[in-house]
């Protein structure tokens, strides 16, 4: 067992990795050892480490990563992945856990939040987690992200792809070696989008630092970072606004009601507000703001100017 180095937490900054592999792989077996040491290593160079949740490569991979002090995540499950008494119960070694309503979406969740991704030995399960994964980074419907080839199931796969269309290996990595899989993801993983916190959340369970990644990796994504200037973004948040208010426009004060009550009018409500927060977003991260920290300050500063005892139920 590894000595723990200093606990790492999820960031801004945080590289994740997501690592797909078999569900019968047994503690002190050669696969389980490998998906052990893997965890560690990633761990250890600052990635966090995500996977399926379960047991066998799954459990190994976040044993190892939580032993060497880092984060782990588990993408599960409940409705699908289940025996007779119910659904599977998630390894012990996860400091989250995020559930998906199916299959797919759970592969997509992995994919999207990760900025790299090792494919272990494993069934069809591991199979069609590569394909679609190999799918949207060889086709581009995601920016580049390497795909690190650790276990001999795919060696054919791979090599009759290579014959078929060369270029679909481009992102490609075959290493057998858990350092060398580090060592190739520390130099070309990305930052994945961190929106995998926010998925199926609400205003009760997502944080600020969470919503405000979720815009900065889009705007990454597209090279908008030129255009997210503090003018341009101070300019789109007065010009959203107007757009809000023009929902409103001449509507009495008895008439509002009648706009929750209309479902495609709160759904153009809610369009207009959510890109008021988007351009909010990007702006505190443009000038370095933490929002929190901001409107606690400012409301202090309220309270003193505002006080309730003599204010309450009045403007001036």
Partial sequence: MRSPS??????????TIAIFGGYSAEEGG???TFAYDLGGRLAERGF?????????????AAKGA??????????????????????LEPNAYLDEILPAPDILTRIETMMRASGGYV???????TLSELAIVWEFVSKGFIPPRPIVIAGKS???????????????VQHLHAVDTPDGIAAILDEHAVRGTRARHTHGRDDATATIAELKELIEVFVDERDWQP????????SSIAIEAAELMEHFQWLRTDQLGEVR??????????????????????FASTMDIDLAAALTDKMKKNAVKYPAEKFRGRFG
């Fill in 154 to 168: 795919w060696a054919g796969i791979v090599a009759s792809m290579k014959a078929h269309r060369g270029t679909s």
């Fill in 119 to 125: 494919v272990l030995d494993g069934g069809t399960g």
């Fill in 66 to 87: 939580r032993e060497a002090g880092g984060t782990t995540i588990g993408v599960t499950c409940p409705e699908s992945i289940r025996n007779a008494r119910g659904p």
């Fill in 227 to 234: 255009f997210h200037d503090p003018k341009n973004l101070s």
């Fill in 48 to 60: 966090e480490v995500l996977n399926g949740g379960y047991a066998g490569t799954m459990l190994a």
């Fill in 6 to 15: 200093s606990a790492r937490g999820p960031s801004a900054s945080t590289r």
């Fill in 261 to 282: 009550a209309d479902e495609p009018k709160m759904a153009e409500v809610r369009e207009e507000i959510a890109d008021i927060l988007a351009y909010v977003l990007s």
């Fill in 30 to 32: 050669e696969a389980f």
